[in-house]
């Protein structure tokens, strides 16, 4: 596998973007930069990071025989790879808020950015871009920010978090096949924060209620229950889990 490391660029996405659109990559390749000048977040936000004390990389990971329409499975694997790969690194208490936040217990650890790469209307890969929390303890402004250093106390090697991660991303992609599907969604749920307990959510365009999360659909909707037992399945854009 090719590993470029770059001191500081905008973003490893777009990075990886850009190099894919000169020469399309027939394998696995990954990009991690020591500082990110314009790190990018999930819904057109700004993932901070500072200098050299964190995992900041992207993926290019090839995707074969899996439609647009199933495009969320790409998050499941990723995010499983992710809680494999923090397991091995002995982090407790992980769980996925959804679509692919990695929490341990309520600290957010690990943001996930998936953008597909499709190619006469089918999807033939993903950049997958992941940063994890390395050895930085304090993030400005953002109280549920955590790190594998605040949970274990201790600094990590972060190109070995990445050897990690490399290796469970290629182990859950190679499972990453529409006969595996409910196995993999199955294995997503249980990770899910909050499931199953009453929580609060905040309506994109105002107010609040009260649900249950219970699953998701194919398509990465979370379905929640709602009084008088009804379950609605709502999309990102649509509702913020409080916590
Ligand atoms: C989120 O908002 O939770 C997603 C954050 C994703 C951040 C990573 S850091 C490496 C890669 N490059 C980016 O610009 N973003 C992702």
Redesign the pocket.
């Known amino acids: 596998m090719d590993i470029i490391k770059v001191d500081a660029i ?5 990075f990886l973007r850009e190099l894919n659109r000169q020469k399309q990559f027939d394998g696995t390749v990954c990009v991690m ?1 020591r500082e ?1 000048l ?6 057109g ?1 700004v ?1 901070q ?1 500072k200098p050299g004390k ?5 993926v290019f990971m090839i995707v074969e025989g899996i439609e647009l329409v199933e495009q969320f499975f790409i998050s499941i694997a990723t995010s499983l790879a992710v809680c494999d790969a923090l397991k091995d690194l002995m982090v407790t208490k992980l769980s996925i808020k959804w679509p ?2 990695i929490l341990s217990d309520r600290q ?1 650890i ?4 998936i953008e597909n790469v499709v190619k006469n209307g089918s999807l033939i890969g993903a950049i997958i ?3 994890i929390n390395v050895n930085q303890l304090e993030f400005d402004n953002l109280p549920q920010a955590g790190s594998l250093k605040k949970i274990l106390g201790k600094n990590l090697d972060i190109e070995e978090v990445l050897h990690v991660l490399l290796s469970k991303l290629e182990n859950r992609f190679s499972q990453l096949v529409v006969s595996n599907f409910s196995v993999l969604k199955k294995e997503y749920e249980s990770l899910l924060f909050r499931k199953n307990k009453p929580s609060t959510f905040l309506r994109a365009e105002g107010g609040s209620f009260v649900g249950i999360i219970r699953s998701i659909t194919n398509e990465g909707k979370l379905q929640v229950l709602l009084e008088d037992e009804i379950i609605t399945s709502f999309d990102l854009k649509e509702i913020r889990l409080l916590y």
């Open positions: 905008d973003s490893t996405n777009t930069a990110q314009a790190g990018k977040g999930q819904m936000t993932w990071s964190n995992l900041t990389c992207s692919n936040d957010k690990c943001g996930i950015l871009g992941i940063g």
